[in-house]
């Protein structure tokens, strides 16, 4: 029999559906790869075999009663530790919200649900999704189940949706929720081996997913290739009036319309993305990215986005700019964690908890944010970031005047080792410079596997697309994904 | 602009996060490495560029002025709101005396 863990979301919803095995077989298989792969990875913060089988019974009896099984029947997912849902801890891996269960349903995970998911558990990040590593959450690192080849080495899952990355690459679920800020589902998915799709700011609705820079959160799919992202980014989808930034617009049939077939179609290569001193097998990977587009009928165009450079300062003004203002409701009063000295006041309280509650990751990062919102440097900061923002936008959209897509690397370098760039907070953030711009122009982006290191690690290109046009970016990274035939997998060590 | 221990130790009392000395001797060189490394954004021209304020064009919808139009974000969830509180009593978020 076939092992069920190695298939993803389009053939376990096929096969259910055919009837070739029943969702309770399939949910079974990876709650036991979940169970067994917790110690050494520790993926999960909280794992919810329970849930993950009544959904697939629900899914075998309407199967039975002829019923429709919906988009993602049968499908078990991981879900990011971002989204609330209802009565299971929702801690966005912090100590602060330990034991916080809501007592609601993000729309995404809901939107999940009633297309016939069911949730596997809740997958570690970094805390508050700051972090490109997955070291800074409260519940302990994540550890990568990839290795360099003879090295027993741990390498980072990549952030800060590493719980989510390495869950889907060790075959610990077909797919998984992230959410991206600044490059958080693309840099893990590149780190990984796996496949990830940032949406346009304003698809998927961000109402119950944990706030980090609103302007910036976007929640998307993690999956094995494209056509398992697109059918679960449709799931995903669509306008809610709960979230007052949501796109009222409908979802297309992104699956239906996929097409490799790029012909008539123009990508454009951003010179300034060409770096000094870059990884020589990162180049390399990009030029072959370039011949497989062309080869699946593309013109290749130069073009230029000149603020490229400022876009990672721009980010690290306004990220935690908004981040300060959105973690001020963690105050020990309505829910999480409390901190009360002895004869201590109401401030006292505020300032204890949310010194024990919060990283130093997230405490820098409010620390930043504070003082660039604060009386006497707004002006100079946070205008002045937001002022650049609006730059590297209109960058994109004149490039756009020239092509349909962008093709870039979606990381620097390879998946690095844990504590290789905790001590220093600047060499952790360059970690996100090809994927920062799209984040902060709100344009929709994917990383696709294309490649191994010479160490045997995945490297992964990036597609950025125009606002609201995930199909270009979806079917350029299935051109690139048919050529790359990418078929590696970490060596199952756990 | 650079900042010393005691504009930090200012800034985490306005953040209402309590830092001990040692942590402030720590934070001053990491937050200054940063706030050098994004005052490069002062090199940008930006004289006539207005700061962005939407990063997809949307527009503000209003709702209709019906209490309760929708179930899940309406009142009457007293209970669901107090019940991941530290210190609910009462039917009220419990907090140290405030008023001598």
């Not at chain 1, 080849?149 to 077909?174: E, F, I, K």
């Not at chain 1, 030029?287 to 000149?306: N, Y």
Request: hydrophobic share 40%; glycine share 10%.
């Amino acid at each position: 029999m076939t092992d069920l863990t190695e298939l993803g979301v389009a053939q376990i919803r096929d096969g259910v559906k055919a009837g070739d095995f029943t969702a309770v077989e399939v949910a079974e298989a990876f709650n036991a790869n979940v169970a067994a792969a917790q110690e050494a990875l520790n993926a999960f913060i909280v794992a919810t075999p329970e849930k993950a089988l009544e959904a697939a019974q629900a899914t075998d009896a309407k199967r039975a009663k002829g019923e429709d099984l919906g988009k993602m029947g049968g499908v078990p997912i991981g879900m990011k530790d971002l989204f609330a849902t209802f009565d299971v801890q929702t801690t966005a891996a912090s100590h602060i919200l330990e034991g916080f269960k809501p007592q609601y349903e993000s729309t995404v995970s809901q939107n999940l649900w009633n297309a016939g998911a069911g949730m596997l558990g809740k997958l570690n990040l970094d805390q508050f999704a700051m972090g490109s590593s997955n070291e800074t959450s409260y519940f302990g690192n994540v550890i990568s189940p990839w290795r360099k080849q003879g090295s027993n080495a741990q390498l980072a899952p990549g952030g800060s949706s590493g719980g989510s990355s390495a869950a889907v690459a060790a075959r610990l679920a077909p797919a998984a929720t992230g959410t991206d800020t600044g490059g958080s589902i693309r840099q893990p998915a590149a780190f990984t081996g796996t496949t990830g799709i940032k949406p346009t700011y304003g698809r998927c609705s961000r109402w119950g997913v944990v706030a980090f820079a609103s302007s910036l959160d976007q929640a998307g799919p993690m999956a094995k290739d494209t056509r398992d992202c697109a059918i679960m980014l449709e799931a995903m989808a669509g306008f809610d009036p709960k979230d007052a930034t949501s796109l009222d617009l409908p979802v297309p049939n992104w699956e239906e319309l996929l097409s490799a077939d790029l012909s008539g179609k123009t990508v454009g290569i951003p010179r300034e993305y060409r770096m000094d001193g870059m990884d020589a097998e990162i180049v390399a990977l990009w030029d072959q990215g370039v011949a497989w587009l062309k080869d699946a009928g593309a013109k290749v165009i130069d073009i230029s986005l000149p603020h490229t450079k400022y876009a990672l300062p721009t980010y690290y003004i306004i990220a935690p700019a908004e981040a300060s203002s959105n973690l001020a409701r963690y105050d020990g009063v309505r829910y999480g964690l409390r901190d009360l000295p002895e004869g201590a006041n109401l401030q006292d309280m505020y300032a204890a908890t949310r010194a024990a509650g919060f990283g130093e990751e997230v405490k820098r990062r409010i620390l930043i944010g504070t003082y660039v919102l604060s009386a006497g440097f707004y002006d100079a900061y946070y205008t002045q970031a937001q002022k650049v923002r609006t730059l590297i936008s209109q960058d994109f959209q004149k490039a756009f005047e020239e092509c349909d897509v962008i093709l870039a690397p979606t990381t620097p370098t390879p998946a690095f080792a844990l504590g290789e760039n905790v001590d220093d907070p600047l060499s952790m953030y360059l970690n996100d410079v090809f994927s920062v711009p799209a984040s902060l122009a709100g344009l929709p982006a994917m990383s696709v596997p294309a490649g191994l290191s010479k160490d045997g690690l995945p490297l992964g290109l990036q597609i950025i697309g125009k606002s609201f046009d995930e199909q270009g970016v979806l079917n350029a990274g299935l051109a690139l994904e048919a050529r790359a035939q990418f078929t590696a997998k970490p060596e199952k060590w756990w | 602009m650079s900042v010393d221990t005691a504009t930090v130790a200012k800034i985490a009392s306005l953040a209402r996060i309590k830092v001990t000395e040692g942590e402030l001797e720590a934070m001053v060189p990491e937050l200054n490495g940063i706030l050098n490394w994004v005052e490069q954004l002062g090199e940008v021209d930006t004289s006539n560029v207005e700061p962005m304020t939407a990063v997809i064009p949307n527009t503000l919808r209003l709702r209709e002025d019906v209490v309760d139009a929708d179930p899940l974000t309406g009142g009457g969830k007293r209970e669901e709101v107090l019940a991941n509180a530290p210190v609910a009593e009462h039917g009220f978020f419990g907090v140290p005396k405030v008023i001598e």
